[in-house]
């Protein structure tokens, strides 16, 4: 039997893991409109930051996310986290790498299973705030993707990789920006 090579999968799924994150905390901002403010959100910005993350994890593990109408589901989910100006864009732009992230967990072999966490998700820290703007830190979260080959002698880790939340995300401070709009806080470009 030929295998393909394991780097070139690692690599894919690495890119591809780290652009989908990227992407979410990035995008174009133009100013809210009031009929869509009470949607979505948190009432703190570690509340809205926590939440987000938690359900990004939930996506990047539904084992049914290689089909369209469930990465639609999440895309919806995780755009209403950013701010309402912002949620388009973001839609499209999450839409757009779950659909890459689905595509790169396909290369993966039959035998082979790809498993990614984040891990260190709390304590969230707000480390500045004036009313209307915050940021927040995780400061010991990170995304690990372990790959796992299972054979008729059992299950095994071939490959494993961790990276800091703070690099992923490319602030050097490791901060995720929130804004308040009509007493909600919601994610934001920055």
Request: proline content about 4%; charged content about 25%.
């Amino acid at each position: 039997m030929i295998r393909r090579d394991c780097a070139h999968i690692r690599t894919d799924l690495s890119i591809v893991l780290c652009a989908f994150v990227i992407l979410l905390l990035t995008g174009c901002s133009t100013a809210p409109t009031t009929d869509e403010t009470n949607i979505g959100g948190g009432i703190s910005p570690e509340a809205v930051t926590e939440s987000f993350f938690e359900d990004l994890q939930r996506a990047l593990q539904d084992p049914n996310l290689h089909q369209e109408e469930t990465r639609s589901f999440w895309a919806e989910r995780l755009a209403g986290y950013f701010a309402p100006a912002e949620r388009d864009v973001q839609r499209i732009a999450l839409r757009r790498a779950l659909a890459s992230f689905a595509g790169g967990l396909r290369q993966l072999a039959e035998d082979e299973t790809a498993v990614f966490e984040l891990r260190g998700l709390q304590p969230v820290e707000k480390v500045a705030d004036d009313g209307k703007q915050a940021l927040v830190r995780l400061p010991s979260a990170s995304i690990s993707m372990t790959l796992i080959r299972t054979t008729e002698r059992g299950a095994f880790v071939f490959y494993e990789q961790t990276i800091s939340l703070s690099r992923v995300i490319g602030r050097p401070d490791g901060t995720v920006p929130t804004i308040k709009i009509d007493g909600r806080w919601y994610l934001t470009e920055g």
